[in-house]
């Protein structure tokens, strides 16, 4: 496989016509090699339009899902992220090249080495990788100016709305199987907030992430 080829492929047929126009975007998926994320027994999927499995039951995003959350959240140099779900560490890569620091949160223990261990592979000195629960918000480091959440909730919980800063945006797909909305939602006050919905898809839950009850007690 010409690996710079398929890269090249993967950006003009799956990720620009997705209505990534963002020319810094297009340029840091050359930068970060994907494949340097990607399980082993996957790399030849590295840039196919697909999740990728990763170990413990989880996936990657498909790389257009990436990029598009990239660019929408739009970070700037001077930035504080927070990522929950650490996953391979690909996202949290992306994000570091564009932001001041990111820190990202994995409950896997095992996913939280393997990100620890390709970030440091790829020269990624300004993640901090973090083992916990993030599903319900993560005070260490709070608030933020941007949060990605890297695997679908069914509703979006109100901490998330108290950890990012004034002006600073939340990237969250929300709903159930099979129709989820990708949403950035950006703080635009200390009580009010602006919410644009990007695109529908269906994704992994967030693990652990707390269920919403269809019942009344």
């Known amino acids: 496989m010409n690996i710079e080829q398929a ?4 950006i003009e047929q799956q990720i620009r016509p997705w209505n990534v126009l963002d020319q810094d975007v297009l340029d840091l998926l050359v930068v970060v090699k994907r494949e340097d994320f990607v399980p082993a027994t996957y790399k030849t999927l590295a840039f196919v339009d697909t999740e990728i499995p990763l170990p413990g039951g989880e996936a990657m995003f498909t790389p257009k899902i ?3 959350i990239l660019q929408e959240v739009a970070v700037k140099k001077h930035e504080n992220v927070l990522e929950i779900g650490a996953g391979s560490g690909y996202m949290a890569a992306l994000l570091a ?3 001041r620091h990111v820190t990202t949160v994995e409950i896997n223990p095992e996913l939280k080495e393997l990100a620890t261990k390709n970030l440091a592979n790829a020269g990624v000195g300004n993640v901090t990788v973090e083992l916990g629960n993030g599903a319900e918000g993560w005070d260490k480091g709070a608030p933020f100016d941007v949060i990605v959440i890297s ?6 919980p109100e ?3 108290k950890q990012v800063k004034v002006g600073g945006r939340i990237a969250a797909i929300l709903g159930q199987a099979p129709v989820m909305t990708a949403q950035v939602i950006t ?4 009580t009010a907030y602006d919410t644009v919905k990007v695109f529908e898809t269906n994704v992994k839950m967030l693990s652990t992430s707390v269920k919403s009850s269809h019942f009344t007690f």
């Open 187 to 190: 703080r635009v006050s200390e």
């Open 159 to 161: 901490v998330f709305l």
């Open 97 to 99: 090249h564009k932001a």
């Open 66 to 68: 990436e990029a598009r």
């Open 151 to 156: 695997g679908a909730l069914e509703t979006l």
């Open 7 to 10: 890269r090249f492929n993967m």
